[in-house]
């Protein structure tokens, strides 16, 4: 649904136009996977997939929710509701993020907010994020906040973290605030520096294709946060704040140290190595090297397949049938345990490889998956 259609749907609901409406892509990531949380280093770019908001300003402390891409009325509540309230339906995305503004200490008297999104939800493509920036852009503009990108990112996590209870970290809403066109975000999660690093497929006769698997994921399920709480541990064993802060260089020495405890040794290097693939893939991307990614992604999925063991049947026949038929790299992308892989090919390749991997997909009895090409997007803004 286009911004006019979201506005002139609002108009419907709420018998009154909206002050405005803003738009927040989802994202592809396309290295540093599960570093996040550990305060290493990441790439996403935007995709053009998006969530969309007509939003409208309120005065007596009401929130009025609606979305066009779920069954149902209009959701009303408080903003005194005591909160956090826990994993909810979707209304716990904004809801959470006008909950951490206040308790940010922003005056947010309420709001009217009609949603609709194209981000596949379950994706691993920040569908969640998408919902949570749209909604804190919206009202940072309306309510003339004046807070920062990566601080609204902040809050929008902090609303993931605590109202809606996933343990995740700041990348997918650092993507989405603040990814731009043409472009791969690098960045560093511990201080939330960043650079834009130019990233033009087509120039180079390249594809970046996405293929989820629909198997659907959640966060906070536990096999995420237990990853997260190993991390921890390992972080914990080493003496040191966070995994970001092994050296590549150091890191036999770093697991020789960790014994037996067999499971962080496996977080704990994939850690170690992806951050260190990340900086590979930034130094290829300077050089101009694209097609050297490829191999980097591939390390990089034997990696969360081998050592952090979130990827699934379907995400590895999906890699394992890319490479097979003339890939140049793929992986896993986001979170695992289901959701979406990447693949990066030659333009003339693109046919062969989507076609390979749609009929291993029905030899193995597996849900057809979906397939689109990914470029580099916008991040959010305000679009009416
Ligand atoms: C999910 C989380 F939301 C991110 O913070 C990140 O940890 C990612 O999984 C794994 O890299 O998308």
């Known amino acids: 649904m286009g911004a006019q259609r979201v506005a002139e749907r609002f108009t419907e609901l709420y018998g009154a136009r909206p002050e405005g409406v803003w738009a927040a892509p989802g994202r592809v990531n396309l290295i540093g996977e599960h570093t996040d949380y550990n305060d290493g280093f990441v790439m996403p770019f935007a995709l053009p997939h998006q969530a969309i908001a007509a939003v409208a300003r309120r005065d007596d402390g009401l929130l009025r929710l609606h979305s066009a891409d779920v069954q149902g009325g209009v959701a009303e509540m408080s903003l005194d509701t005591p909160a956090p309230q826990g994993a909810g339906d979707w209304t716990a995305y904004p809801a959470g993020v006008v909950w951490a503004l206040r308790e940010a200490g922003h005056e947010i008297t309420g709001a009217d907010i009609h949603l609709s999104s194209t981000v596949p939800a379950g994706a691993g493509l920040s569908s969640s994020a998408a919902l949570e920036v749209v909604i804190a852009l919206a009202l940072d503009d309306l309510y003339e906040l004046g807070v920062q990108p990566r601080q609204l990112a902040r809050l929008c996590q902090r609303a993931e973290n605590v109202y809606v209870g996933a343990p995740t970290g700041i990348m997918d809403q650092m993507a989405s605030a603040c990814c731009t066109v043409g472009h791969a975000l690098f960045l560093d999660t511990r201080?939330?520096?960043?650079?834009?690093?130019?990233?033009?497929?087509?120039?180079?006769?390249?594809?970046?294709?996405v293929v989820d698997t629909r198997v659907k994921h959640a966060h906070n399920a536990g096999a995420y946060g237990k990853r997260r709480a190993g991390c921890e541990k390992g972080a914990a064993l080493l003496g040191v704040d966070a995994l970001r802060d092994?050296?590549?260089?150091?890191?036999?020495?770093?697991?020789?140290?960790?014994?037996?405890?067999?499971e962080v040794v496996r977080l704990v290097r994939h850690v170690v190595t992806e951050d260190h693939r990340v900086e590979r893939v930034v130094e290829l991307l300077r050089a101009g090297e694209i097609r050297a990614v490829g191999p980097v992604l591939s390390e990089g999925h034997a990696s969360l397949r081998d050592d952090f063991r979130v990827s699934c049947p379907e995400l590895d026949l999906v890699?394992?049938?890319?490479?097979?038929?003339?890939?140049l790299g793929a992986r896993m992308t986001g979170g695992g345990f289901g959701g979406?892989?990447?693949?990066?090919?030659?333009?003339?390749?693109?046919?062969?490889?989507?076609?390979?991997?749609?009929?291993?997909?029905?030899?193995?009895?597996?849900?057809?998956?979906?397939?689109?090409?990914?470029v580099p997007s916008a991040g959010a803004r305000r679009v009416n």
């Open 340 to 374: 979406s892989a990447i693949v990066l090919a030659e333009a003339a390749e693109v046919n062969a490889v989507t076609k390979a991997v749609e009929e291993a997909f029905i030899a193995a009895g597996f849900t057809a998956p979906q397939i689109f090409e990914a």
């Open 191 to 209: 201080d939330l520096s960043q650079r834009q690093i130019p990233f033009d497929l087509a120039a180079g006769g390249l594809r970046l294709l």
């Open 319 to 327: 890699v394992d049938t890319a490479l097979a038929n003339g890939a």
């Open 246 to 262: 092994i050296p590549y260089a150091d890191l036999d020495a770093a697991l020789a140290r960790i014994g037996d405890e067999e």
